[in-house]
């Protein structure tokens, strides 16, 4: 009999000490917001998805896509769009980043789209090594020659496009004041290699 105020003991100290154990908490913490990215770092993840496609696809061009729903920094997007040719085939294929999902087919991470014909001259193509230049540096190189317009067009968006010139080497970023270059009229030619300022456009 003296056993059993022991026995007792022993099973309330373990249900005191199971309360006592923390309890798991069901809240999950907040995801952080979503944030613009670099255009290198866009560039680099959308071509990784494109050589699964064709491992010797070349570049044919790349622009930023802005979105109402993630803040705008200057020198970086919330989406991206890339389309890469496959010369040997004669065909391009499209590709989109996002750090969100959106309306008009936009996903978030990288999509890939159809792949299309293609008929572009071979000049307007470059290989996915040559861009070296991430699009932060290339605004601060191109905001060096903007001074003047910048003063008078303070906050204005900034949109960046990569592509081919045949002028220049090596393919170079176009960095654009306004929300697209049909709105545009003024930009500034930044190599994608080197980082060199290239030609201002008014």
């Not at 890939?112 to 792949?115: K, L, T």
């Given at each position: 009999m003296r056993k059993l105020p022991?026995?007792?003991g022993c099973a309330l100290a373990l249900v005191l000490g199971g309360c006592s154990q923390p309890a798991p908490t069901a809240r999950k913490?907040?995801?952080n917001p979503p944030e613009p990215i670099g255009g290198l770092s866009a560039f680099w993840k959308m071509y990784a998805v494109a050589r699964a496609w064709d491992p010797d696809c070349e570049v044919l061009k790349m622009s930023s896509i802005p979105?109402?729903?993630v803040p705008a920094v200057r020198g970086k997007a919330a989406a991206w769009g890339a389309t890469f040719v496959s010369p040997f085939r004669g065909?391009?294929?499209s590709f989109t980043f996002s750090v969100v999902e959106d309306e008009g087919n936009l996903h978030k991470d990288v999509f890939?789209?159809?792949?299309e014909s293609w008929s572009a001259a071979p000049e307007q193509m470059f290989p996915a090594l040559a861009v070296k230049i991430d699009t932060g540096a290339a605004l601060e190189t191109a905001l060096e020659k903007a001074v003047d317009y910048e003063?008078?067009?303070s906050g204005k968006p900034i949109s960046m496009q990569l592509e081919k010139v045949k002028k220049y080497q090596e393919p170079v970023w176009r960095i654009i004041w306004g929300d697209s270059l049909q709105t545009s009229d003024f930009s500034v030619y930044v190599g994608a290699s080197t980082g060199?300022?290239?030609e201002t456009l008014h």
């Open positions: 022991f026995l007792s913490e907040a995801e979105l109402s729903q065909k391009t294929r890939a789209g159809p792949e003063k008078k067009h060199e300022y290239e």
